[in-house]
């Protein structure tokens, strides 16, 4: 069966760097991309971007020019990291496998990493 | 930027039928998703591309889309229907757009 298993919780501080992994099993791993969505107390659900195995990445407005996402496909992994980390950025972060195209939705989730930025 | 509205919360009677609707302009010439997501979880894809359901979902779940308005219409709601309730669309290949959300209370 599908699975996304996410890493750990992290508390980081102002400023710092942050980075999440999301490893996938039970598919083709090339054959769907990889979405980040986070969820923060109180706020809406925000899209971050998508990784695309063999294609583009894309990252939303927002964060762009802050976040970076990558993957190693020898471990199936995929990787968001997120710098210069501000209060407004914790929130729980979730990876989400969608099928290719452009009308995007996302049918298998990780389980969620907590990413706390505190002083 | 594009905005999905949905109201904070519904409440239904077991086996009463819960309308979820999705405002948002234009709408009904968007592919409409809804997520399930119960406290604590990871949401739960219970349709997508307005009215499709993704295997494993019960028949009880059915969506439409038109005009302003989409809407997920749960049938016979049971008590573990009780969470909250997410729209989502694309606008464009870089924004994707959730829905405030909607609290479904089962009472």
């Known amino acids: 069966q599908v699975q996304l298993v996410q890493s750990g919780a992290e508390v980081k501080k102002p400023g710092a760097s942050v980075k999440v992994s999301c490893k996938a099993s039970?598919?083709?791993?090339?054959?769907?991309?990889i979405h980040w969505v986070r969820q923060a107390p109180g706020q809406r659900v925000e899209w971050l971007g998508v990784?695309?195995?063999?294609?583009?990445?894309i990252y939303t407005q927002n964060v762009q020019g802050r976040v970076t996402m990558t993957s190693d496909t020898s471990t199936r992994t995929v990787y968001l990291e997120l710098s210069s980390l501000t209060f407004e950025d914790t929130a729980v972060y979730f990876c989400?496998?969608?099928?290719?195209?452009?009308?995007?939705?996302?049918?298998?989730w990780g389980q969620g990493t907590l990413v706390t930025v505190s002083s | 930027s594009y905005i999905l509205t949905q109201a904070p919360s519904v409440s239904v009677a077991p086996g009463e039928t819960a309308t979820i609707t999705c405002g948002g302009d234009?709408?009904?010439?968007?592919?409409v998703n809804w997520y399930q997501q119960e406290p604590g979880q990871a949401p739960l894809l219970v349709m997508y591309?307005?009215?499709r359901r993704p295997s494993g979902i019960p028949e009880r779940f059915s969506g439409s889309n038109s005009g302003r308005t989409a809407t997920l219409t749960i049938s016979r709601v049971e008590l573990g229907d009780e969470a909250d309730y997410y729209c989502?669309?694309?606008?464009?290949?870089?924004?994707?757009?959730f829905g405030g959300g909607t609290k479904l209370t089962v009472l």
């Open positions: 591309y307005d009215d």
């Open positions: 039970g598919y083709s791993f090339m054959n769907y991309y």
């Open positions: 990784f695309n195995p063999v294609g583009d990445t």
């Open positions: 989400a496998r969608g099928p290719p195209g452009d009308l995007y939705y996302f049918d298998s």
């Open positions: 234009k709408i009904g010439t968007k592919a």
């Open positions: 989502q669309v694309c606008n464009s290949i870089s924004d994707v757009v």
